[in-house]
């Protein structure tokens, strides 16, 4: 079992930046593939980012890639997502997920765990 916390959401001006926070339960916290998703009022959930067990392989949607970075602290059983230059269009409740398995993917069914979510305002 792993028990994922999210924090560090809030409101920013558009330009701003952001660092997200999840904390994972557990002894095994490398072993997991983490990801990062968001879901907009209205409608599914959207993959941003994931990181492999390791923290050598990272993807990332198209739409925040060069602006946001995802990397993880495995002494801390902890996974970050750095957003920078945020836009309007990133307001989101934002996810964190474990996948027990080793391949980063984008699916959200693939991942067995998820915390409760932060919500990320940005204004224009």
């Known amino acids: 079992q792993v028990q994922l916390v999210e924090s560090g959401g809030g409101l920013v001006q558009a330009g701003g930046s952001l660092r997200l926070s999840c904390a994972a339960s557990g002894r095994t916290f490398s072993r997991y593939v983490m990801g990062w998703f968001r879901q907009a009022p209205g409608k599914g959930r959207e993959f941003v980012s994931g990181?492999?067990?390791?923290?050598?392989?990272?993807n990332y949607a198209d739409s925040v890639k060069g602006r946001f970075t995802i990397s993880r602290d495995n002494t801390k059983n902890t996974v970050y997502l750095q957003m920078n230059s945020l836009k309007p269009e990133d307001t989101a409740v934002y996810y964190c997920?474990?996948?027990?398995?080793?391949?980063?993917?984008?699916?959200?069914?693939?991942?067995?765990?998820w915390g409760q979510g932060t919500q990320v305002t940005v204004s224009s």
């Open positions: 997920a474990a996948r027990g398995l080793a391949v980063v993917t984008a699916t959200p069914s693939t991942y067995g765990y």
């Open positions: 990181i492999s067990g390791s923290g050598g392989s990272t």
